[in-house]
C-alpha cells in the first residue's frame, strides 16, 4: 500500500469531519481578480499523488506531465449573464438577481440580495420596463421569479440582452467587457451555467494542439453550473450540508470514449470537479458511462472510493467549501494543505481567474 492509499485511508476513519480541519489563511494578494495573459501561461503545481510530491510548472506545458493516449474530460457548460439588477416597486430599493434554474421559459428559481428584503407576491420592476412577480422562499434561499408578462421575451432572452456575467463575489468588482471571453472556456458551447467550470479557463488553441501532437484525447461533457456547485458549508460538520442537484448531459459519443478508456485501461483525467461529479455520478448509478441526461447531486466528501476518474485537473479552491473537500478526497488532506501552503508560498493565484493543480 502506497503512502497516499494509507492517509486517505486514515481519512475515512475520520468521523465525524470537522470543517475546522479544512480551514486555511489566504494573504489577499493572491486572489487573482483578472485571469492570466495569454491565459495558458498561467501556472500548474503538478501533485503527484503516490510519490506525495508536487513540481512547478505552466499550463502551456500540460501535454508533458501527461501520458500518450490519456483521455481528458472537459465541461462545456457556458456561463449564462445570469445577474440583474431591479428595483422593489413596495420600497424602491434595489434589488441584484441571480437567476439560477430554469422552471419554464418565463419563471426562474433566483437568488436575491438582499434576501429578506424581498416578499411573496413583491413586484421587481426592471431597468427594461419588464416586471418580475416573485413567489415563496424555497430551499437553498431560492425564490421563484416569474415575467408578468408571459407574451414577452424569455428569461433567457432577457438575460441574453441586458444580463450580466456573475463574476464570484469575493472579487467585489462588477463585471468589464473582457470578461465576456476572460470567464468562458474556449469550448463552451452549452448555454446554462452560472459560474465558470475554472479549470477549463486555462485552455488555448494552442494548448489543445500540443495535447493532440502528444497522443493525448479529449471528450466533452455537460453539467450546468448551478448553486450546488458554489453554496457555502453552514454546518461543522460537512456531512450535514445538503447539495442542490445540478443539470449534466453526456453524449452518445463521450460515453463510448469513456467506455473505451476504461477497457483498455488508459487513464481518465476530469478537467474540474464538476466534470469528476458527473463522472463519478453516471458510474456509479450504471456501473459504465452511460448516454443521456439528468441531476447529479453527489457529494464527495473525504472517504469517496474514486471509480471513474484517475486524474484531476482543478485550481485553487475556497477554504471550507465542497470543492476543496472533493480534492481532499482525491488526494488527502495532508498532500493537498501542504500542495497549497507550497503554493502560497511561491506566489501561485487563487481561486477562479487563479493557477491550477493537476492531481496524478
Known amino acids: 500500500?502506497?503512502?497516499?492509499?494509507?492517509?486517505?485511508?486514515?481519512?475515512?476513519?475520520?468521523?465525524?469531519?470537522?470543517?475546522?480541519?479544512?480551514?486555511?489563511?489566504?494573504?489577499?494578494?493572491?486572489?487573482?481578480?483578472?485571469?492570466?495573459?495569454?491565459?495558458?501561461?498561467?501556472?500548474?503545481?503538478?501533485?503527484?499523488?503516490?510519490?506525495?510530491?508536487?513540481?512547478?510548472?505552466?499550463?502551456?506545458?500540460?501535454?508533458?506531465?501527461?501520458?500518450?493516449?490519456?483521455?481528458?474530460?472537459l465541461n462545456n457548460t457556458r456561463v449564462l449573464k445570469a445577474r440583474l439588477f431591479g428595483t422593489l416597486e413596495r420600497t424602491g430599493r434595489s434589488v441584484e438577481i441571480l437567476f439560477a434554474e430554469p422552471i419554464d421559459l418565463h419563471s426562474w428559481e433566483a437568488l436575491l440580495q438582499p434576501r429578506r428584503r424581498v416578499r411573496e407576491g413583491d413586484r421587481i420592476a426592471l431597468a427594461n420596463g419588464l416586471v418580475l412577480e416573485a413567489g415563496a422562499r424555497g430551499a437553498h434561499g431560492l425564490r421563484t421569479l416569474s415575467m408578468i408578462d408571459p407574451s414577452g421575451p424569455t428569461v433567457l432572452e432577457v438575460l441574453e440582452k441586458d444580463g450580466h456575467l456573475p463574476?464570484?463575489?469575493?472579487?467585489?468588482?462588477?463585471?468589464?467587457?473582457?470578461?465576456?471571453?476572460?470567464?468562458?472556456?474556449?469550448?463552451?458551447?452549452?448555454?446554462?451555467?452560472?459560474?465558470?467550470?475554472t479549470a477549463g479557463l486555462h485552455f488555448s488553441t494552442n494548448v489543445f494542439a500540443s495535447l493532440e501532437a502528444a497522443g493525448i484525447q479529449t471528450a466533452e461533457l455537460t453539467l450546468h453550473v448551478g448553486i450546488g456547485t458554489f453554496i457555502p458549508i453552514r454546518v461543522d460538520d460537512p456531512a450535514q450540508h445538503k447539495l442542490k442537484a445540478e443539470r449534466f448531459e453526456i453524449s452518445d459519443t463521450a460515453a463510448e470514449q469513456l467506455n473505451r478508456a476504461r477497457a483498455e485501461g488508459r487513464r481518465i483525467v476530469a478537467v474540474g470537479t464538476t466534470t469528476t461529479r458527473t463522472l463519478e455520478h453516471v458510474l456509479a448509478k450504471h456501473g459504465r458511462f452511460r448516454a443521456g441526461s439528468g441531476e447529479t447531486d453527489l457529494y464527495i466528501l473525504p472517504g469517496h472510493r474514486f471509480g471513474a476518474v484517475d486524474g484531476l485537473l482543478t485550481n485553487f479552491h475556497l477554504p471550507r467549501s465542497t470543492l476543496l473537500l472533493l480534492v481532499s478526497a482525491f488526494a488527502s488532506r495532508n498532500l493537498v494543505f501542504g500542495a497549497y501552503r507550497h503554493a502560497i508560498d511561491q506566489g501561485y493565484r487563487f481561486y477562479s481567474y487563479g493557477d491550477c493543480t493537476l492531481f496524478l
Open 1 to 73: 500500500m502506497d503512502p497516499d492509499t494509507t492517509d486517505i485511508n486514515s481519512e475515512r476513519a475520520q468521523t465525524p469531519l470537522s470543517m475546522a480541519d479544512y480551514d486555511y489563511e489566504l494573504p489577499s494578494n493572491r486572489i487573482a481578480e483578472t485571469p492570466s495573459r495569454p491565459r495558458d501561461r498561467s501556472r500548474l503545481l503538478l501533485v503527484d499523488r503516490p510519490h506525495r510530491t508536487w513540481m512547478d510548472s505552466t499550463f502551456d506545458q500540460l501535454a508533458s506531465h501527461l501520458r500518450p493516449r490519456d483521455l481528458l474530460v
Open 167 to 197: 463574476l464570484p463575489p469575493y472579487m467585489e468588482r462588477a463585471d468589464r467587457p473582457e470578461d465576456a471571453t476572460d470567464y468562458q472556456t474556449v469550448y463552451a458551447n452549452r448555454d446554462g451555467a452560472i459560474a465558470a467550470p
